[in-house]
Structures are given as C-alpha cells and as structure tokens.
C-alpha cells in the first residue's frame, strides 16, 4: 500500500436551501454534485470542509407557518427535520450544516450589516418595487416578464415601504473587473450573462424589510429585519467566525475554493456577494459555479408547481448509490438536463448491473472455480494484457482532470472504459477455454490476477461516486480490510499476497424496465391523490 500524502484545505459549498417544503431531487442533484468533490477531494489527501444549510427567514416562511397555525420556528424546525433526514439517507458526507435561525449566525450577520453600514454603504431609504414572495426578490418594472417573476413566472405586486440599502452601484466596477478574469464565475456563460446585466446598470439593494418580523433584526433600527440576501449568502463565512475573532477556522478555510449553486441564484452569488465582502473588506471566495436544472414535464422542477421527483421513493427502490451514479453519469455541468425514469432505469441496468456487477461477478466466480478462490501472481503478458493495465493505470489522472473541471459524468465515463475493456478482455482471453488446457495455467492466472487488479483500481476511482458500491466490491475482492489509497489507483500488481475472493450478492440485479416504470407511475398518482 502507498503511503498517503497529505495535501491543503479545500471548502467547498451547496447554497442553503428553503424549506418551504420537502426538497426534491433538483435539490439532490446540486447537493450530490457538492458530495462527490467533497469525497473526491479526501480521497486525494485534502483537508476538506462540505457545508450545506438552510435558509430560514423571510416572508414566504412567515405566511406559511401562520397557515399551519404555528409558528416560524415550529414550522422551518419540521421542514430541516425532513432535510437532514434525506441526507443522512443520501449519505451526505456535510461537515458543517447550518441554519439562519441559529444564534452563531444571527448574531455574526448582524455584525456584517455594521461593518458595512460604518464603511458608508448602507443607507436608509424607501423601496417602490414589483415583488416576488415564492423568490424572496423585488424587480424593477424593466426586469418584469410578461408582468410577472422573471424568476418563476408567477404573479408580483407592487409595494413601496422603508428599507436600509447597500450601495451596490459602488462596487458595480471592481466585480465588473472580478467577473472578466474568466476564473471567478463557471462556466463562461453564466460570466457573460452577469456581465450583460451589470452593463445595464447596476441598482442599490434593498437590504431590510419591516412589512414582516421573522428574521434577524438590524442592529440599529428594530423595527426593521435584515433582508434574505445579506442573511442567507453570509452563512458561508459566519460558520467560520466572521466577523467575531476570526479564529483557525477562518484562517484555515476562508476564501472558500467554491460555491456550488443553481443557474438561478448565480446573480446573487457572484454580484452581490462579492459587493458585499468587498464592503466588508474581507477576500472573496475563489470560484462559484453555476449549475443548470433538472428538467421535468418540459420546465424547471419546483415545488410550488407539483412536477417533483421524490429522491427517497428512488432510493427505496434502487438504492443511494445508482441514484447517485445516475446523476452524476447522466448530465453535463452547468448544462441544464431531462428527467425521465426511463433514462434513469436504463443507466442502472446497463452500466451498473451489465457492466460494473457482471464484471465483479464472473471474475469473482472464475477466481473461485479456476484458482481455488485465491487471486494468482501473474506471469505472463499479452497485447490485451499490456492495454488493460495501460487503461486501468492511466484512469486516475483523467479523473483528476475532469473532476477539478467538475466534469463528473466525463470523470465517470473514464472509469467504465475500465470496466468495459475489462468485459472485453474476458472475452478476448476466453478464460474458460485456457482452463481446459494444462499448459496454458500461467495464462489463465495472469487473467485472473488482472481482471482482480482492473477491479481493485475501480473500487478505489468510484469511491467518491458511490462508497458503498465500493465497499461491497472490496469485500468480494478480499481486500476489505486494505486501506482505501488514492496514489494506488496508479499501480498495478498491488493485491496482497494470498488474498481470498468472496463471491456475493449482484451488485445491481437487472431490473424489468417496463415493470419499474409502471410501479414508479402508480407510486406518483397514489402521491398526486394524497396531496389534494
């Protein structure tokens, strides 16, 4: 085994989510996306800190507890109930979690709101605008689609009330400049489109409302709450410290390497956020990153809408790691992308059962009916051979590549070319023939020893994909008890002497497709009754 090397830090983000209602698998999506680097990134040695959160004040929460007859804290302690239940589920690997709600935040944001307000940029005023409840967002008339959200598309109302603003025009040069340096803002369209709207000029934001209490009060006028931008995007670095002591935390993580969010909330995260660390005079983080939507019934996943896929009825049905592997292998970052449940069965029967457990399988039973379940030392070499191990060696690089671009389903594609000239391989070498002759022993070995070898690798590669998926290979492959090393996805030949396999259960038994669909159908009408 090689030895592990320990490498720098690396903070990496979800946005906070809302929980007005249960998330559904858009949210997922974004969150596995944060995991998988997250995972990745320890693999190869990182010090590495995932948080994820929620966004718990404004005047959505507010309306809705007071339909419930509750109140806000009642309400949003339920729905983050159902939150962190799904990503103990999903196996989030989060280190931190935060919610809005909680006294190391409030007070911490609050603090920002002074030292911005003693830097000169924030002002009281009063706001006339068209507002969005479901978005939490006001718009200028201009910004208006057909009347409505340009966000969501749904009803706005016009409302004018007192507000404290920040002088965001002030900064509009210096993240003009920051959005320009082509590393800030992924990928290159989301940029241009940030770029277009600041050309149009860029408004002072609202920044407190007084038309409603639920959230954090401005320190210097009560009658005021502080407004969900300043609140929700500081969550990022008040986990940290900020702007109390700004002790090893802070100076470990901070500036965090990337914030991962939703096409939809890039504008808040790469202009105003910035706008606002600049006033702070605090470093910006080094990257955000904006992915696109899971698609649904021809229009964007939302919970107001209905059109919702329900990750824990898949997870029931297939288990956390083929939706996990479904996700990441099925999309391209920063492209938005169609859900169906066809395309999601076809990818677990093809890839995950055809494949990736067929290949596990007949190695593992070979190795038992041919070598008496002991892995062999290899001893001999062919043209296949030389290009199976060249394949399987030269993986792990690729995957770096493509995940630091969080090309995850090209990172993935370049494991299954493993596994896929693996299955090739077996058939080439025709193991089953060489073990009828006597002579051709130490062929037959050699396969053996490398298809165990071509699966060890594998087994390390999908680790920040699907873990478990991993685990129950190495348990099959008789190195369990082997630590998980990520330099020895470099090597060949690195199985311990004697090392016993353990045929068990399919990986991924074969699904009926046209059973499955009709099942999840029927599951998503008795769920359509239920909510009327």
């Known amino acids: 085994m090689t030895e592990r090397r320990a490498k720098g830090t690396y903070y990496i983000t979800t946005p906070i989510y809302y929980p007005s209602d249960k998330l559904h698998i858009g949210h997922t999506y974004c969150t596995v996306m944060a995991d998988a680097m997250a995972r990745f990134k320890r693999l190869q040695g990182y010090d590495v800190r995932f948080q994820t959160g929620t966004d718990e004040h404004g005047q959505k929460i507010q309306q809705k507890a007071e339909a419930a007859g509750i109140t806000p804290q009642e309400y949003v302690d339920r729905v983050v109930a159902t939150i962190k239940r799904l990503w103990a589920t999903m196996e989030i690997s989060y280190d931190d979690f935060v919610r809005t709600t909680e006294p190391r935040h409030a007070n911490r944001v609050q603090k920002m709101f002074m030292k911005m307000y003693e830097a ?300 896929r000239r693996a299955n090739k391989y077996i058939d080439e070498e025709t193991p089953w023939v060489l073990a009828k002759d006597p002579e051709q022993k130490d062929h037959l070995d050699s396969v053996m020893r490398n298809l165990a070898e071509s699966l060890r690798i594998i087994s390390i590669l999908i680790v920040p994909f699907m873990h478990t998926t991993s685990e129950r290979m190495r348990d099959q492959l008789g190195i369990s008890d082997v630590d998980v090393v990520w330099e020895d996805a470099f090597q060949f030949y690195m199985l311990p002497e004697n090392t016993k396999v353990h045929k068990g259960d399919q990986l991924f038994p074969r699904l009926d497709i046209e059973k499955e669909l009709a099942a999840l159908d029927e599951i998503h009408k008795k769920k359509l009754e239920e909510n009327k």
Request: with cysteine; hydrophobic share 40%.
């Open 120 to 419: 000169g940029d924030i002002y009281k005023g009063t706001y006339e605008g068209w507002y969005c409840t479901p978005c939490e967002s006001f718009w200028t008339e201009a910004q208006l689609v057909d009347g409505k959200c340009p966000d969501c598309g749904r009803p706005v109302k016009k409302m004018s009330e007192e507000a404290y603003f920040f002088r965001l025009s002030k900064y509009a040069d210096r993240v003009m400049e920051l959005l320009k340096n082509g590393v800030f803002l992924q990928p290159e369209s989301r940029a241009n489109e940030m770029i277009s709207f600041i050309e149009q000029g860029l408004e002072d934001l609202c920044i407190s409302r007084s038309s409603f209490d639920w959230g954090i009060p401005v320190p210097i006028d009560t009658d005021h709450v502080i407004y969900v931008w300043l609140d929700a995007l500081s969550n990022y670095i008040t986990t940290l410290g900020y702007p109390d002591e700004c002790g090893e935390e802070y100076k470990k993580y901070w500036p965090a390497d990337v914030h991962l969010v939703g096409k939809e909330i890039v504008r808040f995260h790469s202009i105003i956020w910035p706008a606002m660390l600049m006033s702070c005079n605090a470093p910006l983080p080094k990257q955000v990153l904006g992915h696109g939507w899971l698609l649904i019934d021809g229009g964007k996943m939302s919970k107001s809408k209905g059109n919702v896929v329900d990750p824990e009825i898949l997870i029931d049905r297939y288990g956390i790691d083929a939706l996990k592997y479904f996700l990441l292998r099925e999309y391209t970052f920063g492209q938005d992308g169609i859900y169906t449940n066809e395309v999601m069965l076809k990818r677990i029967n093809f890839d995950l059962a055809n494949d990736l457990g067929n290949l596990l399988s007949r190695t593992v039973s070979m190795i038992e009916k041919y070598c008496g379940g002991v892995v062999p030392e290899a001893t001999f070499e062919d043209e296949f051979s030389k290009e199976l191990k060249e394949i399987a060696t030269g993986a792990a690089d690729k995957v770096d590549d493509y995940m630091d671009q969080f090309q995850f389903n090209i990172a993935l594609d370049s494991i299954w070319e493993i596994v």
